[in-house]
């Protein structure tokens, strides 16, 4: 019987060309994204004029106050005395309509949360949210 020579048999191997190849393409085309090289989605047109346009209303500027379990008041981020918060209040808002957000721990004194509510009532401000999580 013909018996054949055994060939040596090779070990399998990855190749990273391609891989490399595919791994550029997938960057430039981030990159290209991220840059609006690419149109954006949508539709181009061309609106209509007016002779008395409305104006866009601004958004209102957004003033958190926050209240530690302290007490301390903060006006954005800002350590400031009760006393003054009305003050900054009118400072930071100027003519602008503002919108304030009271972050307060769960911790904190009802009183100075009242306190906090005068401060805004003296500073013209006609309302304010409150934040709070939800208790599951």
């Known amino acids: 019987m013909r018996s054949f020579p055994q060939r040596k048999q090779r070990q399998a191997r990855i190749e990273i060309i391609p891989m490399i190849d595919v791994m550029m393409f997938l960057l430039v085309f981030f990159v ?24 866009v209303k601004d958004e209102p500027l957004r003033i958190t106050l926050t209240v530690d379990s302290d007490g301390a008041v903060y006006v954005d981020g800002e350590a400031t005395p009760m006393a003054s918060v009305a003050d900054r209040l009118k400072q930071r808002a100027g003519d602008r309509k503002a919108q304030v957000i009271i972050a307060g721990d769960g911790g904190s004194n009802l009183q100075t949360l009242v306190e906090l ?18 208790r599951s």
């Open 32 to 55: 290209l994204i991220s840059t609006n090289v690419l149109p954006a989605l949508g539709l181009n047109v061309a609106l209509p004029g007016s002779a008395a346009p409305d104006p």
């Open 117 to 134: 509510l005068d401060q805004l009532k003296m500073a013209g401000m006609p309302a304010a949210s409150i934040i709070a999580k939800h």
